[in-house]
């Protein structure tokens, strides 16, 4: 089975830092990403990497963020740094094939004072 299991989201004051881990299983994915909604809005693409490594960023987070692999655990990261209040959001991890998308539950963050 496909599995996409996010963690590590939390509250943090403006200026602090979060990583978020993604744990996948039953599949290679030719695409990760992370996504992120926020209440009312519309979900965005944060960050995406390929299967090959290329990797690119919203330009709202460049500076900010880094999405990562780690291939051996099978989890892909998104270290958040310099969080900002409109950073808040339930992040999600997504998995694309060609024949459709996986995605995980969620994980909140909040950013706040």
């Known amino acids: 089975q496909v599995q996409l299991v996010e963690s590590g989201g939390g509250l943090v004051h403006p200026g602090g830092s979060l990583r978020l881990s993604c744990k996948i299983s039953g599949t290679l994915f030719l695409i990760n990403a992370w996504y992120r909604q926020a209440p009312g809005k519309e979900r965005e693409l944060v960050a995406d990497?390929?299967?090959?490594?290329?990797?690119s960023y919203l330009d709202s987070v460049k500076g900010r963020f880094t999405i990562s692999r780690d291939n051996a655990k099978n989890t892909v990261y998104l270290e958040m740094n310099s969080l900002k209040p409109e950073d808040t959001a339930v992040y999600y991890c997504?998995?694309?094939?060609?024949?459709?998308?996986?995605w995980g539950q969620g994980t909140q963050v909040t950013v706040s004072s």
């Open positions: 997504n998995g694309r094939q060609t024949y459709g998308d996986y």
């Open positions: 990497i390929t299967r090959g490594g290329r990797i």
